[in-house]
């Protein structure tokens, strides 16, 4: 699906709408009825898009295409009413395809009416639009998370470097607080080397984020065996870097755990 270019008939479950503070509009954009609506850094509305954070549903259409941060073009306030709740959103397609397995995980919001279940490619990176509540034939019932704190489990993906041949399934979990994410995760990885030796493997983040120094992230990995370790970004991949030294070979038990800045 694309971006909304008229309202929509967004169907919604549960009690009757919550209804926020009207939101000041940014200027040259338009939100449609029915449509998810996006919070950048400057905090003016937007249709949903990368670099926002996800915080409600328009109620109502409004076009500030020819205003400015939130004033329309005749002068007065630039407002939209928004809402949370549960609510359905078209479903991507292919490897982004949101599917029953993926029920109690984050949807992400590819634009204003679609949904995936990944945060899409790194050159643009969707955001959390909230929780995945159902799949149906018509599309994915997303439960929006707005502005509150995200939580949840988190099974990284690994990828293998230094000293590194094999990692077991690491499972951790994480926390999101404003644009603040805290994590922890715990597995055994296969190390080819001791005495010590330096290590390196990577981890998928549980929120994307578009990464861009090293510096971005910032943690800690331990371990009965690790002796010296952190914690940075790899910038290409927007991936977690474990740096440590090992001093056992084989399967050890290796802990990580930090914050970064969703971004």
């Known amino acids: 699906m694309t971006a909304l270019t008229a309202a929509r008939d ?3 479950r549960g ?4 209804l926020l503070q009207q939101e000041p509009l940014a200027g040259v954009d338009i939100i449609y009825r029915g449509g998810m609506v996006g ?3 400057d905090g003016y509305l937007v249709a949903a898009q990368a670099g926002t954070r996800i915080v409600g549903v328009a109620m109502e259409t409004l076009d500030n295409s020819a205003g400015g941060a939130g004033t329309l073009a005749d002068g007065t306030e630039a407002r939209v009413k928004i809402e949370r709740g ?3 959103f078209g479903n991507s397609a292919s490897t982004l395809a949101v599917t029953v397995a993926d029920i109690g995980e984050l949807a992400y919001a590819v634009d204003d009416q679609t949904v995936a279940r990944s945060s899409g490619a790194t050159s643009a990176v969707y955001p959390v639009a909230g929780r995945i509540v ?3 034939s018509l599309g994915v019932w997303v439960e929006i998370l707005g502005d509150g704190d995200v939580s949840g489990r988190w099974t990284p993906t690994f990828t293998t470097g230094t000293n590194t041949t094999a990692g077991g399934t690491l499972v951790g979990v994480y926390s999101r607080v404003g644009n ?3 994590f922890s995760a715990r597995g055994s990885v296969t190390h080819t080397a001791g005495a010590p030796s330096a290590s390196t493997f990577e981890l998928s983040l549980p929120i994307a984020s578009l990464l861009d120094a090293a510096g971005d992230v910032i943690g800690c990995v331990t371990g009965a065996n690790v ?3 952190h914690l940075t970004a790899e910038l290409t991949n927007d991936t977690l870097v474990a740096n440590y030294s090992i001093g056992a070979t084989g399967a050890q038990v290796v802990t990580v755990s930090g914050h970064y800045v969703v971004k």
């Open 180 to 182: 603040v994410v805290s």
């Open 39 to 41: 919070r950048p850094s």
């Open 227 to 229: 002796t010296v370790g």
């Open 134 to 136: 159902d799949v149906d």
């Open 86 to 88: 549960t609510f359905r």
């Open 15 to 18: 009690c009757g709408p919550v």
């Open 10 to 12: 967004t169907k919604r």
